[in-house]
């Protein structure tokens, strides 16, 4: 919501993400498709996303949507709590030119 809010509502949600050869490498929960690389946004939870293995499940899979072309930010439920967080954080990965913030 707080990226709605801020004029930067996703294209899609639960977007699939694929490789160039046309493997299945995950399900984004947001995603701004409409610029030459893709941006997807993942939210995550405290409680499943803070054990080891979730973790390095989460690593992997960020690294495979990046060697994919596609740019990823992350959310937690602290910024989803803090008003103009999230917005700020997908407002500066769409920029174009990432100078300093």
């Not at 294209?11 to 399900?27: A, E, I, K």
């Not at 405290?46 to 690294?63: E, I, V």
Request: hydrophobic share 40%.
């Amino acid at each position: 919501m707080d990226c709605i809010d801020g004029g930067l509502a996703p294209d899609d949600l639960q977007w699939n993400v694929f490789d160039h050869d046309g493997r299945h490498l995950g399900r984004a929960d947001m995603a701004w498709k409409k610029r030459r690389r893709p941006l997807v946004g993942e939210a995550d939870g405290a409680g499943p996303h803070s054990l080891p293995d979730a973790l390095f499940k989460d690593r992997r899979r960020a690294n495979n949507f990046v060697g994919a072309c596609v740019g990823i930010v992350r959310f937690t439920w602290r910024d989803a709590r803090q008003i103009g967080c999230c917005a700020a954080i997908v407002r500066y990965a769409l920029r174009e030119d990432h100078g300093p913030p």
